[in-house]
């Protein structure tokens, strides 16, 4: 039997690409279809880094949608590779966390990607 309180503690650790390659696996190899109300995002950690260090990792936080909302869902399941109602139900909640510590590269690229859909868009 699994110990559920740690497998708890795993699931609420999670990322939300972390949680998206787990829903892909669940519904791939078992064939289980995980509502989009299971897409969590994990709150950040509470750790300060360094103040000297150069900050390499990044999240993507959406402010808001804009009025361009088709395109920015689109963009966000382009970004996270996530359903389009679990994208939907993202930039609906808006503020929302897009991507969690992502490369700098990387979340340049998907904050230009947000703002060209007409998104206001912050990296934290």
Same mark, same amino acid.
């Given at each position: ?8 503690? +795993? ?6 690409? +972390? ?106």
């Amino acid at each position: 039997m699994a110990n559920i309180e740690k497998l708890a503690e +795993e699931l609420v650790g999670m990322t939300v690409l +972390e949680v998206n390659e787990l829903s892909n696996l669940l519904k791939e190899k078992y064939g289980i279809e995980p509502a989009a109300a299971a897409v969590a995002v994990a709150a950040p950690t509470t750790e300060a880094a360094p103040a000297e260090a150069a900050k390499s990792e990044y999240d993507v936080i959406l402010k808001e949608a804009g009025t361009q909302k088709v395109a920015v869902i689109k963009a966000v399941k382009d970004i996270t590779n996530l359903g389009l109602g679990e994208a939907k139900a993202l930039v609906d909640g808006a503020p929302k966390i897009i991507l969690e510590k992502a490369k700098t590269e990387e979340a340049e690229e998907a904050k230009k990607k947000l703002e060209e859909a007409g998104a206001t868009v912050e990296l934290a």
